[in-house]
């Protein structure tokens, strides 16, 4: 089983402010991670595919990169409806999900 | 629009037996990969299991295997969750999620809570 690990566990950011979330695999998951925004009581929606490419309908300050066994998600310009958890998701080999990080209000 | 509207949750009884459903609207069901996917609470996320669109092909998650069988009716455009020896960590939000041919899931369901307790 592939596990996926993301740093921090939390991070606190000011509206406005830059967020950088990390997601890093066991082994090479290629281009094959999405992420996902969860907030509370709510279903995960769908941000990145493919490791970079934006889902339906996702507003530019969510932007994914890297590859093979490292990934990160930044979201430029931090607005109030981003305080969210988010996890990422390899679809490599079958399908596992990070922890999770929360982006909490600083 | 797509919706998911899962159903069928509730308090069980360890070893106890549950069907989730799963009535899928807004797109060519039929066309479409399925998967749960399950939240503990407090918890991340667990795939659980995965239907090809015509239902020949199925995977389950180590931690279900030989107990959930999911199964789809394409007819009435439906995903099915059957649930059996239920055991306390078993206990979560159950998600049913389409599936793209690449491997995300595109669209989720707002979940069907599961408790298994005495």
């Known amino acids: 089983e592939i596990v996926m690990t993301q740093s921090p566990a939390t991070v606190s950011v000011s509206p406005g402010e830059r967020a950088t979330l990390s997601c890093r695999a066991s082994?090479?998951?290629?281009?094959?991670l999405a992420w996902y925004q969860q907030k509370p009581g709510q279903a995960p929606r769908l941000l990145i595919y493919?490791?970079?490419t934006r889902a339906t309908g996702i507003p530019a300050r969510f932007s994914g990169s890297g590859s093979e066994t490292e990934f990160t998600l930044t979201i430029s310009s931090l607005q109030s409806e981003d305080f969210a958890v988010y996890y990422c998701q390899q679809y490599s080999n079958w399908s596992t999900f990070g922890q999770g990080t929360k982006v909490e209000f600083k | 629009q797509v919706q998911l509207v899962e159903s069928g949750g509730g308090l069980v009884k360890p070893g106890g037996s549950l069907r989730l459903s799963c009535a899928a609207s807004g797109f060519s069901f039929s066309d479409y990969y399925m998967s749960w996917i399950r939240q503990a609470p407090g918890k991340g996320l667990e795939w659980v299991s995965y239907?090809?669109?015509?239902?020949?092909?199925?995977y389950y998650a180590d931690s279900v295997k030989g107990r959930f069988t999911i199964s789809r009716d394409n007819a009435k455009n439906s995903l099915y969750l059957q649930m059996s020896s239920l055991r306390a960590e078993d206990t979560a939000m159950y998600y049913c999620a389409r599936d793209t041919i690449r491997g995300e899931f595109d669209y989720w369901g707002q979940g069907t809570l599961v408790t298994v307790s005495s």
């Open positions: 493919g490791a970079s």
């Open positions: 082994q090479s998951v290629s281009r094959k």
């Open positions: 239907i090809s669109s015509s239902g020949t092909t199925i």
